[in-house]
């Protein structure tokens, strides 16, 4: 499975950005789908996912700004981040899980300046 992450850039502080994941495999052939993000110096960090076992989830630090939906037409996965904040700076990853494997994207750069 590839995955080509896009949608990253530089923003101000409240501002938005919508990141796209195209997976190369139909979405509905994922157990789960998602986005992480890693900043400098930092683990990288679950933010939010589709599984077919827990629906929709989103870290804490995300909810309410940030949504994930999909179009499986298109095997499209976009996260759209809103009121976005300095700490939401890294480079964002999506992932795509089948059984026990998870495909990783290059990631996109997200900049948010104060």
């Known amino acids: 499975v590839q995955l080509q992450a896009s949608g990253g850039g530089l923003v101000q502080a409240g501002g938005s950005l919508r990141l796209i994941c195209e997976a190369s495999e139909s979405t509905f052939s994922s157990t789960a789908m998602g986005w992480h993000r890693q900043a400098p110096g930092k683990q990288r960090e679950w933010v939010a996912s589709?599984?077919?076992?827990?629906?929709?989830e989103y870290a804490d630090s995300v909810k309410g700004r940030f949504t994930i939906s999909r179009d499986n037409a298109k095997n499209t996965v976009y996260l759209q981040m809103n009121s976005l904040k300095p700490e939401d700076t890294a480079v964002y990853y999506c992932s795509y899980n089948r059984g026990f494997r998870r495909y990783w994207g290059q990631g996109t750069l997200v900049t948010v300046s104060s």
């Open positions: 589709y599984s077919r076992s827990s629906g929709i």
